[in-house]
């Protein structure tokens, strides 16, 4: 079997180095193939290798029809794989906020957890302030956008909404400030609940990032840490508009149905809304009919108004990349180029019964073939009971899991209870290193933890490996963690990216092995050392509140 990640690199070293060769002399995915060890080299032969090479411009419609069923679920957008840029450090995310708010000419869109109040964050606030201003003097038509949770975003004295009225203030007109507020937490519930608790009950978790035609997609917030030591994901998508306005439309029906920021800092609900989120009857059943109703037919829109790319190849056996020139309506691409990467955006949104991203991530799971290698990565690692059923028992790929060690969790060393979440999160991973134990999965799933020195890990998503292909064909990035909360309590938001071209390819390669390569295997030796004592109340507790985080 083809492993890849830590693991694969580990068993076959020569691989390892030759890829990272062949990535710097531009060498050909068949040159690579002809110089593998001789104990895999007829597994990976010319024949079997299907990646593009760097010349090459020829379509591998396999590949397509193999994730093809995704667009039953969600639109299809179709790109070329150079609009897309993998970022892999934090203050390169943070360089190209910034750098992508002071030229946006038309629209900025910030949709995330919340935003910080510091220095960094106040640097950004600026940027996107000045091209603001720069539109207005200049008889411009910039819209600015932002949704952020109602509960996280309101949190202490200096808080999101404290940071933005300056802006909001000056620019009434242009920028608009959305709060997301659960209508699980209601009642004497909500009455009582301090700050911090209050936000177990549901947020608005999406990072949607959006200037003008170009989207960065993360799972990363808008706070220092994040613009500075708290690995994640980021990816750019430059040129999209389709995609974009898909995006930006999604925000914007959540945002009609959230509580308006106002420039003295109170809040208010839209004139126009029917139902209120958290006061009322049956259990804000109204309210939730009204969500749903709503996004659900923002995304048919796209879906109706679109020719899906992905479900005509399906049905074209002798399809070539004329026709897919022909039936891509919804590509952006430049002149001369040809679409060879596909984007499948998805929205879960538990309290709403919206869940495409839960339906694809799971029959991606189930219909993986036994020679494709998944690397999953979640920093907060809580399997849903459905996910984890779905790798240890349905699913027939191997499995590289990513998440973090004590130390680079977030909440590591914190005071009071939020100090005992480290622990909860080892318990839940030793259950699953022991359910992929008696199930003798041992071989075919492996766990890794992050551990880098003054560092802490949020990365999340997935890269997926083809059998016969050296490099990932399928990422998945964005908010969701893949656990209880991504899947039934948050508002989540990920792509799907499908992609033929090699040199985007080896970026997301690339960045795999950079996340794995801060990573140690979890053995039963780890659950040995001082640092995994669970306090027994920890054990007895973390069942009853796992879907709370």
Request: net charge neutral; aromatic share 10%.
């Amino acid at each position: 079997m083809m492993l890849l990640g830590r693991r694969f690199l580990r068993r076959l070293p020569n691989i390892g180095v030759m890829l990272s060769i062949a990535a710097t002399r531009n060498q050909s995915m068949e040159e690579l193939a002809t110089n593998l060890p001789r104990t895999i080299d007829s597994k990976f032969s010319q024949s079997n290798i299907r990646g593009s090479s760097p010349g090459n411009n020829s379509i591998d419609f396999n590949v397509f029809k193999h994730f093809q069923w995704i667009g039953d679920v969600t639109p299809c957008f179709g790109v070329h794989g150079s609009q897309i840029q993998v970022l892999n450090d934090p203050n390169e995310f943070y360089d190209a906020l910034k750098k992508l708010s002071k030229s946006s000419k038309s629209r900025i869109l910030l949709a995330s957890l919340y935003l910080g109040n510091g220095k960094l964050e106040q640097e950004l606030v600026d940027c996107i302030y000045d091209a603001t201003k720069a539109s207005e003097e200049a008889g411009g038509d910039l819209r600015v956008k932002f949704l952020f949770d109602y509960m996280r975003g309101s949190r202490g004295k200096r808080n999101t909404r404290t940071i933005l009225l300056p802006l909001l203030k000056d620019f009434e007109q242009r920028v608009s400030v959305a709060l997301y507020h659960t209508p699980d937490l209601r009642g004497l519930v909500k009455r009582i609940l301090p700050e911090r608790y209050n936000e177990t009950f549901g947020v608005a978790h999406m990072k949607i990032y959006l200037f003008d035609d170009t989207i960065v997609m993360s799972g990363a917030n808008l706070s220092e840490s994040y613009f500075t030591d708290r690995q994640d994901r980021y990816i750019i998508i430059k040129s999209s508009r389709a995609l974009a306005d898909f995006f930006e439309e999604v925000v914007t029906a959540v945002s009609s149905l959230s509580f308006q920021l106002q420039p003295d800092d109170g809040i208010r609900l839209p004139d126009d809304l029917q139902y209120h989120p958290f006061e009322g009857s049956h259990n804000g059943a109204l309210y939730r009919q009204q969500m749903k109703r709503l996004v659900e037919e923002t995304i048919s829109c796209h879906r109706d108004y679109d020719v899906c790319i992905s479900s005509q190849v399906s049905r074209q056996s002798d399809v070539n990349e004329q026709d897919l020139d022909v039936i891509g309506l919804r590509s952006s691409v430049a002149e001369g180029q040809k679409v060879d990467t596909l984007i499948y955006p998805l929205v879960q949104m538990g309290p709403f019964d919206i869940r495409h991203d839960e339906v694809v991530t799971k029959a991606l799971f189930e219909k993986a073939p036994s020679d494709t290698t998944i690397l999953l990565a979640s920093g907060y690692f809580n399997l849903t009971t459905h996910y984890m059923q779905s790798i240890v028992s349905s699913c027939k790929a191997h499995f590289d899991i990513l998440t973090a060690s004590p130390q680079a969790n977030g909440f590591f060393g914190a005071s009071g209870v939020s100090g005992a979440v480290p622990d909860a999160y080892t318990y839940i991973a030793k259950q699953f290193f022991d359910e992929v134990t008696s199930a003798n999965q041992s071989s075919r799933i492996s766990l890794f933890e992050y551990l880098r020195p003054g560092w802490t890990v949020h990365a999340k998503g997935l890269w997926y490996y083809l059998g016969g292909h050296l490099l990932p064909v399928m990422t998945m990035i964005g908010s969701p963690n893949f656990g209880y909360r991504s899947v039934f309590r948050d508002l989540e938001a990920q792509v799907v990216i499908v992609t033929q071209n090699n040199g985007l390819q080896k970026q997301l390669h690339q960045e795999q092995l950079q996340l794995y390569g801060h990573s140690n295997q979890v053995t039963d030796e780890t659950f040995n050392q001082p640092v995994r004592q669970i306090p027994r109340w920890v054990t007895y507790v973390t069942p009853i509140i796992r879907n709370f985080f």
